[in-house]
């Protein structure tokens, strides 16, 4: 049985860790699950500070700067907005991991906030279209007559009412339902 030695070329390798404080900007994406492009991107609008550079022009980056680039996918993670990202960040490498704590805990519950609103409204949403969906379910309409001749779409695409994009309410349903027996009957 062959044995491999970690100086045998290519196998058993120890996996080096680079410097926390030398880093390139491909170690520093590797190692916080953020791209190239997009810590570069985050840097152009000021999330991120500009590294420093070394003698071979390429980009710098150190613990502060992980810590800030892992903290900034977190937040991107909750789905906050990258404005409520900005005062963290700029203010992180002088602040306590305690402080920012506090702050990240402050962010995850206004996000907490902002996703209880959007359920709401989404609630509210599906409301209106399941009353759009009953309201177009009760509508007769004449099944002879093609889509391009038809005059009345009051049925299909009701007027919106105050309440809501789609209308579709019992009273809504009820003339729709009304005219088509009136215009069978006219028949």
Known sequence: MQTFTPETPGLNRARRE????????????????????????YEEIGLLPRPPRGENRYRRYGAADANRVRLL?????????????????????????ADVQMEVL???????RAIDREIAELGQLR???EGYQ??????????????????DLSCLAPEPTGDGVFG??????????EENDESERML
């Open 18 to 41: 680079p410097k926390s404080d030398d880093l390139t900007i491909g170690r520093l994406a590797k190692l916080t699950g953020v791209s190239a492009k997009a810590i570069r991107y």
């Open 134 to 151: 009953r309201s177009l379910a009760a509508c007769h309409v004449d099944a002879g007559e093609s889509f391009r001749d038809c005059t």
């Open 127 to 129: 409301a209106q279209i």
């Open 73 to 97: 996918r977190r937040i991107r993670l909750l789905g906050a907005p990258l404005s409520l990202a900005r005062p963290l960040l700029v203010g992180a490498d002088d602040a306590r991991c």
């Open 106 to 112: 402050s962010l995850v519950g206004e996000r907490l």
């Open 168 to 177: 579709g309410d019992a009273a809504q349903s009820l003339h729709c339902q």
